[in-house]
């Protein structure tokens, strides 16, 4: 399985931006999407997941509120609506994706996307 994540960049405080991840490959062994970030110097944090019906939704309490994590199973793409940007938002944000939604929540994830860089500004 293959992650392509797109949408990141450079956005003013209280702004918005929406992330995507595309899969391509053995789509039929992931469960579980979300993300994950990195910001420099500190350790990769979980930041949204969702399963595959979609029905289940979890959230790291930083975000919860402020982003929507959701899924186009036909399209094989999950995205990452983030509204009311924090400076403490910046990081690289990562796709990831796994048989089980939880193990996409601890970060033991199979699979991995290269990462899309998110700046928020004050």
């Known amino acids: 399985v293959q992650l392509q994540a797109s949408g990141g960049g450079l956005v003013q405080a209280g702004g918005s931006l929406r992330l995507s991840c595309v899969a391509s490959?053995?789509?039929?062994?992931?469960?579980?999407m979300g993300w994950l970030r990195q910001a420099p110097g500190k350790d990769r944090e979980f930041v949204a997941a969702i399963s595959w019906s979609g029905y289940n939704t979890y959230y790291a309490a930083v975000v919860k509120g402020r982003f929507t994590v959701s899924r186009d199973n036909d399209k094989n793409t999950v995205y990452l609506q983030m509204t009311n940007l924090k400076p403490d938002d910046t990081a690289v944000y990562y796709c990831a994706a796994d048989p089980s939604a939880f193990n996409v929540r601890i970060g033991r994830c199979n699979y991995w996307g290269q990462g899309t860089q998110v700046t928020v500004s004050s």
């Open positions: 490959g053995r789509t039929e062994s992931i469960g579980g």
